[in-house]
Structures are given as C-alpha cells and as structure tokens.
C-alpha cells in the first residue's frame, strides 16, 4: 500500500497513484502545471532535440506573429516595467558577483574616487547607499 507524502509543490499530503508509486506532486491543478513545468525545464536542459523543437516551433510562431511582442508590451506597461525592474535586478546581482572576485586592493587601490548618493533616506540617515565610481587620471 502506499503511503502518503507531502507535495514537492504545496506540501500538502496526499496518497501517490497506485499506477505511478514515484508521484511527487498531488492532484491539486496548480501543481500538476508546476509537474509540467518542472518536466519541461528539465527536457529543455537535458534533451537536445527536445530543446531544437521547441526552439524551432517558438521561431515558427514569431513569424507568423511578428507584432505580438510589440503590441503585448504596449497594451501592458506594467508588464514592462516589472520587466524592466527584473531585469536591473539581475544586472546588480551579476555587478556583484563581478565584484567578489576581484580582490580587496584591486579594487580599492590606484586614483580618486567620485561617491556619488543613489539613495538618501531622510528618515534614517545613517544609511546612505552610494556608489563608487572611479575617475580616469587626467578628468579629476
Ligand atoms: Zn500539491
């Protein structure tokens, strides 16, 4: 008999299919789309043809659809601007990951620096994110 066990997505529990022993997401609609979506993820990683068909068949849809894109984005700005929002998210976390690597004198030794204030809260001053910004010799 099998015995019940939580859902990798809501963390419900529920009774695994006597048909599929290894079930790991319950019957629930939301998490039967996340099963899809986590097998999809994994075909696209792992099966090259997998991946070369729907890669193909996306190109096919673009050229029949050419102003899809253009029209979606202007009927949802806020689709957008979250967009927009995410994608500086990433760069600044990537800005970071570059930073880390570089070693503590490298990064701090030679020149003049310009700190420039990005945010000031005048609610608390004590915190000041600033940015640094080092001047090329001979604009200082
Ligand atoms: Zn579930």
Known sequence: MSQK?????????????????????????ECQK???RDWQREKMKNDEAYRAKQQASKKAWREKNPDYWA???QDHPE??????????????RSRIAKMDVLEPQS????G?????????????MDVILARIEAVSPGCG
Do not use: G, M, W
Not at 107 to 110: A, D, Q
């Open 34 to 36: 996340a099963r899809k």
């Open 107 to 110: 990064f701090f030794e030679s």
């Open 71 to 73: 029209k979606y984005r």
């Open 5 to 29: 066990r939580s859902c990798k997505e809501c963390q419900r529990l529920f009774t695994p299919s006597p048909r599929r022993p290894d079930q790991r997401h319950c019957s629930r609609k």
């Open 112 to 124: 003049t620096y310009r700190i420039i204030p990005v945010r000031c809260d005048l609610a608390n």
């Open 79 to 92: 689709y957008v601007r979250r967009n927009r929002e995410k994608q500086r998210e990433r760069e600044a």
